[in-house]
């Protein structure tokens, strides 16, 4: 039990070429050729997306005459809208300063995850939390590899009651019942 | 979690699983077989619109102390905050009209239903149980304010904006800044908003403001410090901590504004079980701890009234907000 | 000095050192649970305390705050989960470290940082409360506003090494500062009819998503790869070096988390990350942040606990309770029928000493628990990836959905993860968004306060003496690395000449 993974942790998965080199983990891996995504994209990306939260801010009710004093509500996302605008060219102009990100693919484990993870909060929804335990430990556990089921389910059975206990009991602060328990209360 | 929990103790308990178990299942309110009649036969969920720790969240949990006597049943908190109330008004109407869910509301929940934010819960369908606390707001400026007295006070603000910090547009105590300045004939007060009653009390003692309408307990150690003065009460008698502050109908302005909190329940709950849970608050909030928190906070235990009382203020304030909505140019 | 030694004496009294340890050990274990914090756990208690005695309940509610502020610190490092949102600049340095191997260095190092932290307020809470108060008075809306811009103004060096993106990251934070009712109007902003999501984006959920629910994804991304094993020493203490070169962060961090937390707009959440952006300034190994350096974790650490007794400051003092628990605490205080202010002091001398010595016991007592748990909590790291991180998952829904038993909370986290992967992925940090989402409200709402006492003009800002002072200090620490470069190449060239 002294042993430990040496994966970087913070490390984005996208890399600037010149920092690949000391990755040993991926370069072990020998992971598919990147994309290359150049700041120039990105800049522009941000700047759309801003340009779409602008257009929302045009949406906010109006304030009754009587009340306006000062600056309006959407003056002030506007200001830093323009901020980040302005920020985001900034980064696409000076982009040839840099060089461009190199992203390796998502490996299809990550949208797995995500489907996995959709699946937990199902449970949640319909079965509350201790389906979500059950979701979660044994279905994601599987996913990622574990082959002991039984073991799993042990633990998932640990981390049910120590919720229960901890905070339904112990603190009185409800955890989601889902909709089934809801119909059988 | 209420059926998860039942169905669990009822289990260890058949299960003979020692003396915990049994503890528990002892704690249930009563017998499985009569579950069906009794009334309550299980926790009673209280919802209020504040977060764990607000000022209407410990009113809930002082009430609480002592109701599992008076109810011989637990009762939990349900803080959904979000939507001025209304978060908390649509998880009551979700719920079973059973009176196992009963609601704290304020006047900003009233101001929400106002404002027809209030989703399916309408107007008419709240019905009070009890009040809990009626806090008067009192008109107060900082030491170094030149003005001694109300009088002064509304003297300058006739030509002079006053600038006066109040919590949230739109919230009680701007419809009372508001309605105070109208009946005064003051010049319109220019509002700056704060997150809360503490930050108001810290910027009329900084001088960042020309006045406030808090609750007394918000600015006590000030007063009792000479950093904050209390010039004028918005009761309808002199409050008894503050026995030489005149009170605004005596200098013949005739407004009453408090923040007030109370019980109540969705329209549809039977009639019986209204009649039990108004007891059992009553009771609940008569004990030596919950009159122990309203003198602290410069309340008079008068501020517990029963459903008739409550109900005919709930309605009153339906009547008269709508007017000082209307007259802020909010109302819908 | 008497009153002190009296207020000492109830440590000699075992039901009273029972409360206290009860509180302490209660305190670390809901500091370190997502989902229950410190104020969550006071306010659930408040009754309980309620039917003890005045000194026993207060000292019981003190030891939970001081503990909490602490164990947040523990799911930071270990499973890059904030427990406590104070802790979330913990999370920056602290999770790298329990990667590399090292959770044992670094839990021991947020304790013993921590307890310097906390002890030096209490002390300055015993010695100058009444006093520094005052201080209180003295920041109004302007103020707030200049010390906030002062805080993003290090936007640019908190996160990774790039600096417009850092900037950006930022500026998002703010941005989203902006959603839920706009104070000044009451119209909501981006809520999308979700009456939840009036009140804003809640703390907790974004920081579960961005830190805990990202890092789930990108471990996801990584699980193919066999990772290389080394021998380490996940158990190991640090060293005494080690405390040597956080000597100075965590004295800095002492002195400023104590003065935020003094201010009752401001918490331990902005006193640890603004310390950590200090502690970054002034170290010698700023490379080293973010990565995993121990100084990351010294400087918050002591910042957010110092926080703890600064916040009592005006609690106590002037009855203005600086942060959510404290508010609890003078809640505490009042129904048991002692009204906090400055005749406190004169009157009730035994019971505020009693409250400091349960402050001062519970900061030592972490330390014994902390030091002695750091090498079982650092066996986490240990836990394989498959059964770790599904408890995780779990444990993030938990405390997502916890403080305001809402589901939005919980859908608001699970998007803030993939929001944090997707910018991970695209080589912006999220530690400057938290950043820019914590100071951002405070600068949209000082901004617009202090223009209404302001009469809309402006320029009234530098007519007044610290908001000066602190755009001042401002605009120093902005250019401060251009001006110590031309000062230097002039120093150079000076040198040439001179030769």
Same mark, same amino acid.
């Given at each position: ?185 | ?150 009088? @002064? ?155 008739? @009382? ?23 | ?499």
């Amino acid at each position: 039990m002294t042993m430990q993974d040496a994966r970087k942790p913070d490390a984005a998965s996208c890399e600037h070429p010149a920092e690949a080199g000391d990755h040993p983990a991926a370069a072990a891996a020998g992971a598919a050729p990147g994309r290359r995504v150049s700041d120039v994209a990105t800049g522009f990306a941000i700047v759309a997306m801003a340009l779409l939260v602008w257009a929302g801010t045009t949406g906010f009710a109006d304030v009754p005459a009587a009340l306006t004093q000062g600056m309006g509500p959407a003056a002030f996302p506007r200001l830093v809208l323009g901020v980040i605008i302005v920020l985001a060219l900034w980064l696409a102009w000076t982009a040839s300063r840099r060089e461009a990100l190199d992203c390796e693919p998502v490996h299809p484990m990550v949208y797995a995850t995500v489907a996995a993870v959709g699946g937990v909060v199902g449970a949640l929804l319909l079965l509350g939390i201790h389906g979500a335990v059950f979701a979660s430990c044994i279905g994601l556990g599987r996913l990622w590899g574990e082959r002991r089921l039984a073991l799993l389910a042990v633990i998932a059975v640990g981390i049910s009651l120590a919720l229960h206990f901890a905070f339904v009991r112990g603190f009185g602060v409800g955890l989601p019942r889902g909709l089934l328990q809801g119909w059988l209360g | 979690m209420l059926a998860y929990c039942r169905t669990s103790r009822r289990g260890f308990a058949k299960a003979g699983l020692g003396t915990l178990g049994l503890a528990i299942a002892l704690a249930l309110p009563a017998g499985a077989a009569h579950a069906q009649e009794k009334f309550p036969s299980k926790p009673i969920e209280v919802v209020t619109h504040a977060g764990v720790g607000g000022g209407t969240d410990l009113t809930a949990r002082m009430m609480m102390v002592q109701a599992p006597a008076a109810f011989g049943t637990e009762l939990v908190v349900a803080n959904k905050t979000g939507g001025s109330g209304s978060a908390s008004l649509a998880y009551a109407h979700s719920r079973p009209k059973d009176g196992h869910t009963i609601m704290l509301i304020t006047q900003t929940h009233l101001l929400t239903l106002l404002q027809d934010k209030g989703g399916a819960v309408k107007m008419g369908d709240l019905i009070g149980l009890a009040r809990a606390t009626e806090d008067p707001q009192v008109l107060m400026v900082g030491a170094k304010s030149p003005y001694k007295t109300a009088q @002064e006070f509304i003297e300058a603000a006739k030509t002079k904006p006053m600038k006066f910090g109040t919590t949230q547009l739109g919230s009680v105590d701007h419809i009372a800044v508001a309605g105070f300045a109208a009946k005064a004939g003051m010049a319109k007060p220019v509002v700056v908003p704060f997150r809360g009653g503490g930050d108001i009390v810290v910027n009329l003692v900084g001088g960042n403001l020309d006045g406030a309408l808090l609750n007394y307990a918000e600015a006590e150690s000030q007063i009792k410090a000479n950093e904050v003065r209390a010039l004028l009460v918005f009761a309808p008698t002199k409050m008894e901590s503050l026995s030489q502050t005149p009170t605004a109908t005596e200098i013949g302005i005739p407004a009453v504004y408090s923040t007030t909190r109370g019980f109540a329940v969705l329209k549809g709950t039977p009639e019986d079980r209204i009649k039990v849970l108004e007891e059992g608050l009553i009771k609940a909030m008569q004990g030596k701890l919950f009159q122990d928190y309203l003198k602290s906070s410069g309340q008079s235990g008068g501020s517990v009234v029963g459903r008739a @009382e409550w109900q005919a203020q709930i309605d009153d304030f339906l009547k008269t907000g709508q007017e000082a909505l209307a007259s802020l140019g909010i109302a819908k | 000095m008497d009153g002190f030694l009296s207020g000492m004496a109830i440590l000699a009294d075992p039901y009273m050192v029972g409360i206290i340890l009860a509180g302490t050990i209660l305190g670390v274990i809901v500091g370190a649970l997502p989902g229950l914090s410190g104020s969550t756990t006071a306010a659930l208690l408040l009754p309980i305390t309620i039917t003890m005695s005045p000194t026993a309940g207060i000292a019981f509610l003190g030891a939970i705050y001081c503990a909490a502020n602490f164990g947040g610190s523990i799911t930071a490092i270990l499973i890059n989960t904030p427990g406590d949102p104070s802790a979330s600049a913990t999370a920056y340095d602290g999770y790298p470290m329990a990667r590399r191997g090292e959770a044992g260095r670094a839990l021991g190092m947020s304790t013993i940082a921590s307890a310097i932290g906390g002890i030096f307020s209490v002390f300055v809470l015993i010695v100058a409360a009444p006093l520094l108060a005052k201080a209180a008075y003295s920041f109004g809306p302007p103020e707030y506003f200049a010390l906030a811009i002062f805080g993003l103004s290090m936007l640019a060096a908190v996160g990774g090494s790039n600096g417009i993106r850092n900037l950006i990251s930022g500026a998002v934070g703010v941005l989203l500062a902006t959603i839920g009712l706009d104070l000044m109007t009451g119209v909501d902003r981006f809520t999308f009819g979700v009456p939840e999501l009036t009140e804003g984006l809640g703390l907790v959920p974004v920081l579960t998503g961005l830190f805990a629910i990202s890092e789930l994804l990108v471990q996801a991304g990584r699980l193919h790869i066999i990772p290389e094993r080394l021998g380490i020493s996940a158990m190991k203490l640090p060293s005494m070096a080690d405390y040597r070169k956080c000597a100075k962060a965590i004295g800095l961090s002492s002195v400023l988390g104590t003065f935020i937390g003094i201010l009752p707009a401001l918490g331990a959440t902005t006193a640890a990350l603004i310390s950590y952006n200090e502690t970054k300034r002034w170290s010698k190994y700023k490379d080293e942040f973010g990565k995993g350096s121990i100084e990351g974790i010294a400087g918050p650490e002591a910042a957010n606990n110092a926080a703890v007794g600064g916040s009592m400051v005006p609690t106590l003092a002037l009855g203005i309770p600086g942060s959510a628990t404290t508010a609890i605490i003078l809640a505490g205080l009042i129904v048991q029928g002692v009204r906090p202010g400055p005749h406190l002091f004169n009157e009730q001398p035994a019971l505020l000493y009693a409250v400091f010595a349960s402050m001062l016991a519970s900061n030592l007592i972490y330390v014994v628990l902390g030091l002695f748990g750091a090498k079982l909590f650092a066996r986490i790291t240990l836990i394989p990836d498959a059964i770790l991180w599904p408890a995780v998952l779990v444990f993030a829904i938990v405390g997502a959905y916890g403080p305001n038993q809402s589901l939005v909370d919980v859908w608001v986290m699970l998007g803030f993860g993939v929001i944090g992967y997707v910018m991970r992925r695209y080589g912006f940090s999220p530690a400057p968004l938290v950043m820019g989402l914590v100071l951002g409200t405070m600068v949209e709402e000082t901004l617009k306060q202090s223009l209404l006492i302001f009469d809309q003009n402006w320029l009234m800002f530098f007519t007044r003496p610290i908001v000066v002072a602190l755009f001042v200090v401002t605009a120093l620490s902005v250019c401060a690395p251009w001006l110590a470069r031309s000062a230097g190449s002039l120093w150079r060239s000076a040198a040439k000449q001179g030769r």
